[in-house]
C-alpha cells in the first residue's frame, strides 16, 4: 500500500499561492494515480484535482480550473499541487490520495482509493 504524507498546508492572504507536496513511500514496481481532496468547516469532502501515473492525465474541479495545477515527480515519489490565486473558500483541509487510475479519484469513489495522506490545512484570509 502506498504511504502518503502531505506538507505546505499553511495561512495566506488572498490572492496569494501556496505549493502543497505529497511524499509517496511505494513498492518499486507500482505505479499509481494521484489526487488531491479537500474538506471544508460544515462540508463535505470535494474533489480537487487528480493526474494519471504518467502525468499525461489531469483532471480538475471546476472551482479551481486556472488556479489550480497538479503535477507529478515519479523519480522523486512526489505529488504536487500548486496553488494560485488563492480565495478564502479554498480554505479548507487537503488530502492526498492513491488509486490505481485517475479516473477513481475523479469519481471520489471512495472505495477504491487505496491510500490518503493525513491532510494539511489551508488557510486562506480575506
Known amino acids: 500500500q502506498v504511504q502518503l504524507v502531505e506538507s505546505g498546508g499553511g495561512l495566506v492572504q488572498a490572492g496569494g499561492s501556496l505549493r502543497l507536496s505529497c511524499a509517496a513511500s511505494?513498492?518499486?514496481?507500482?505505479?499509481?494515480?494521484m489526487g488531491w481532496f479537500r474538506q471544508a468547516p460544515g462540508k463535505e469532502r470535494e474533489f480537487v484535482a487528480a493526474i494519471s501515473w504518467s502525468g499525461s492525465t489531469t483532471y480538475y474541479a471546476d472551482s479551481v480550473k486556472g488556479r489550480f495545477t497538479i503535477s507529478r515527480d515519479n523519480a522523486k515519489n512526489m505529488g504536487f499541487l500548486q496553488m494560485n490565486s488563492l480565495k478564502p473558500e479554498d480554505t479548507a483541509v487537503y488530502y492526498c490520495?492513491?488509486?490505481?487510475?485517475?479516473?477513481?479519484?475523479?469519481?471520489?469513489?471512495?472505495?477504491?482509493?487505496?491510500?490518503w495522506g493525513q491532510g494539511t490545512q489551508v488557510t486562506v484570509s480575506s
Open positions: 490520495a492513491a488509486a490505481l487510475n485517475v479516473e477513481t479519484l475523479r469519481l471520489g469513489a471512495i472505495e477504491r482509493i487505496h491510500s
Open positions: 511505494r513498492r518499486t514496481s507500482s505505479t499509481y494515480a
